[in-house]
């Protein structure tokens, strides 16, 4: 079990690394707040000021950049915090 913490706690970092890094201010913000602060995007657009499809197309690029990220970029992140596990 204590595998499994280790593992989430590092995806976790990995994850949190890759938005910040990867991800345009605007592009992180909306994953944070869908993701993480769990509002709908009909809510995410009246508090932005945006459209609902505006939200969707914007998470929809952040998914696309992140999931390009973990696949092809993990190595690099986990080398860059000391990690030298097999992927």
């Known amino acids: 079990m204590r595998q499994l913490d280790c593992s ?8 949190g690394s890759a938005i910040e890094s990867e991800l345009t201010p605007r592009q992180a913000q909306m994953v944070r707040m869908y993701f993480l602060e769990q509002h709908s995007m009909r809510e995410m657009a009246d508090i932005l000021g945006v459209y609902p499809s505006t939200v969707s197309r914007t998470l929809g690029a952040a998914r696309v950049k992140l999931r390009r990220c973990l696949k092809y970029g993990a190595r690099t992140l986990l080398e860059g915090e000391g990690g030298d596990e097999e992927i």
Do not use: D, V
Not at 8 to 15: D, P
């Open 8 to 15: 989430e706690s590092r995806l976790n970092r990995l994850l």
